[in-house]
T-cell receptor, first 115, second 114 residues
Framework: AQSVTQPDIHITVSEGASLELRCNYSYGATPYLFWYVQSPGQGLQLLLKYFSGDTLVQGIKGFEAEFKRSQSSFNLRKPSVHWSDAAEYFCAGRPNDGTASKLTFGTGTRLQVTL | NAGVMQNPRHLVRRRGQEARLRCSPMKGHSHVYWYRQLPEEGLKFMVYLQKENIIDESGMPKERFSAEFPKEGPSILRIQQVVRGDSAAYFC????????????FGPGTRLTVL
């Protein structure tokens, strides 16, 4: 079955520190992969996406993610976290089958930023 | 270009009542998806629709839930005879028909069942 796993439920980092949020996927073939951010009481905003090609993907707000086929991972990184980055982060995937289709989400990682 | 619109943003119903959630996709988008987010959980897929067609309803509960996306007007997610366990945030997303396009999410409708 297709699945996306986020092993870390909650992460706390200091402002200015680096950040890495983990995401692992399980699909028959390499899926399309996404990272979304959700602020409290809000909808989801797309940070970045991976379809094919360059395995290091740049997104908005200074985020990047690296696709590693050998590890079935798509970890999100940011070199220096700002207090405004505190939010819930979701990794999601969908099949790379040439069609529009549903997203499968991980359970999310809640990021807390200390000043 | 307005984003995905959902209304109402908050909805309170008593057990046994009906809930109707509306979603207007982005202009030019012909595909609509509904997801449910239970408290402290991730989003779970419910149903995927195109105009006048249900493409995938594998995530819809078998009873009380239905969805439509008519030729004119918004997509509607309908929950009949609501129960406390239906309390959740319901998100709508839309996309074009092209595989390389992402889904854009609306702000959600937060349903509370008393």
């Amino acid at each position: 079955a297709q699945s996306v796993t986020q092993p870390d439920i909650h992460i706390t980092v200091s402002e200015g520190a680096s950040l890495e949020l983990r995401c692992n996927y399980s699909y028959g073939a390499t899926p399309y992969l996404f990272w979304y951010v959700q602020s409290p009481g809000q909808g989801l905003q797309l940070l970045l996406k991976y379809f094919s090609g360059d395995t290091l993907v740049q997104g908005i707000k200074g985020f990047e993610a690296e696709f590693k086929r050998s590890q079935s991972s798509f970890n999100l990184r940011k070199p220096s976290v700002h207090w405004s980055d505190a939010a819930e982060y979701f990794c999601a995937g969908r099949p790379n089958d040439g069609t529009a289709s549903k997203l499968t989400f991980g359970t999310g990682t809640r990021l807390q930023v200390t000043l | 270009n307005a984003g995905v619109m959902q209304n109402p943003r908050h909805l309170v119903r008593r057990r046994g009542q009906e809930a109707r959630l509306r979603c207007s996709p982005m202009k030019g988008h012909s595909h609509v998806y509904w997801y449910r987010q239970l408290p402290e959980e991730g989003l779970k897929f419910m149903v995927y629709l195109q105009k006048e067609n249900i493409i995938d309803e594998s995530g819809m509960p078998k009873e009380r839930f239905s969805a439509e996306f008519p030729k004119e007007g918004p997509s509607i997610l309908r929950i009949q005879q609501v129960v406390r366990g239906d309390s959740a945030a319901y998100f709508c997303a839309s996309s074009t028909e092209y595989a390389y396009n992402e889904q854009f999410f609306g702000p959600g409708t937060r349903l509370t069942v008393l």
